[in-house]
């Protein structure tokens, strides 16, 4: 059964950092996934951060995180991580990481609704 784990959430200062990570299990490979980052606040709508082709060319950043945000995924280890820096307070949330598959085209989405499989989350929060 297809899985997702995230993991990396912590409380840190604004202006830290954090690396997330989200480890799959259960695909038959993970290759032919795209994968998305999301994040949802209390009392706002599931927001998508960034998301990485099944091949890693491919990578977009909602406007918000682009510059501060990066994502990255090693196929090797079916884990796929997002590397946060400049943390501010509006980066709290809950965040996710969803599978997209299988498919053979060389791109991803942030837009969540093709996303077929999802994590339980990790809790990400910047105060100081």
């Known amino acids: 059964q297809e899985q997702l784990v995230e993991s990396g959430g912590d409380l840190v200062q604004p202006g830290g950092s954090l690396r997330l990570s989200c480890a799959a299990s259960?695909?038959?490979?993970?290759?032919?996934?795209?994968i998305g980052w999301f994040r949802q606040a209390p009392g706002k709508e599931r927001e998508g951060v960034s998301c990485?082709?099944?091949?890693?060319?491919?990578?977009n950043y909602t406007d918000s995180v682009k510059g501060r945000f990066t994502i990255s995924r090693d196929n090797a280890k079916n884990t796929v991580y997002l590397q946060m820096n400049a943390l501010k307070p509006e980066d709290t949330a809950v965040y996710y990481c969803a599978a997209h598959g299988p498919r053979f085209i060389a791109s991803c989405t942030v837009v969540p609704e093709p996303y077929r499989y999802w994590g339980q989350g990790t809790q990400v929060t910047v105060a100081s």
């Open positions: 990485i082709s099944n091949s890693g060319g491919t990578t």
């Open positions: 259960g695909f038959i490979t993970l290759d032919y996934y795209a």
